[in-house]
């Protein structure tokens, strides 16, 4: 008796699921060639995009090859087309490496470049903050010790992204001022900061070696 109710309840179902697919087979083949489709679609979109990252990236390497070369001419040439019309990502490292590549010919005018990169409220703040350390370095040869400082000083906080580079040249700027105590003041802030690389800390030692030496005089 059960195997009979059994049966009668399988022929149900299958009626049951002939008239669904009667009524609704045309909507669900739809879908299905909609969900093909999609994906082929986006399988496209991504083999694309990946040609197209591809291709920039190939560019960026031209313009770094022709940077290396003493090409600056070439590398500007391709820096400005990719500053302009790459991808987010890459249009972001195509600015930075512009501005670096115009501070090799004019250091001011590299200043303005990076400069310009920090008041871009439409950039992240870690790397706005970059620009600044970048154009506060190229300042250390060019202007003044209270200039630097205000460039820098803001970078070289406990918590700051950049505060390694930024204790480092505010020292290096505040010791070619002879402003030895500021100098001392800098090194000893960055090489006493646990989290400092050994390059640095390597390099401040022979900074502070010269801050403890004192201004040199010339007798005559």
């Known amino acids: 008796m059960a195997d009979i109710f059994r049966e009668i309840d399988e022929e149900v179902r299958r009626d049951k699921a002939a008239e669904l697919w009667k009524k609704y087979g045309w909507l669900i083949t739809g879908l299905a060639v909609l969900a093909v489709v999609a994906v082929a679609g986006w399988q496209f979109w991504l083999h694309r995009e990946n040609q197209a990252s591809q291709a920039v990236g190939a560019r960026l ?39 670096a590549e115009t501070a090799k010919g004019d250091a001011a005018a590299g200043i303005a470049a990076f400069d310009a990169l920090a008041n871009d409220a439409t950039l992240d703040a870690t790397y706005r903050d970059l620009a600044k350390l970048r154009a506060g370095i190229l300042r250390v040869d060019l202007s003044p010790y209270a200039e630097v400082k205000t460039t820098l000083e803001p970078l070289a906080s406990p918590q700051g992204a950049w505060r390694h580079s930024a204790r480092e040249f505010l020292g290096i700027s505040a010791l070619k001022a002879n402003q030895f105590d500021e100098a001392g003041r ?34 005559n």
Do not use: H, M, N
């Open 61 to 99: 390497e031209a313009a770094l090859k022709s940077s290396r070369d003493g090409d600056s001419t070439q590398a500007e040439t391709i820096l400005k087309e990719l500053a302009s019309s790459a991808p987010a990502g890459y249009r972001l490292i195509a600015r930075f490496r512009l501005a």
């Open 186 to 219: 800098w090194f000893d802030a960055a090489i006493t900061d646990p989290q400092a690389p050994q390059a640095l800390r390597q390099r401040v030692e022979l900074y502070l070696a010269l801050v403890r030496g004192g201004p040199v005089t010339v007798k």
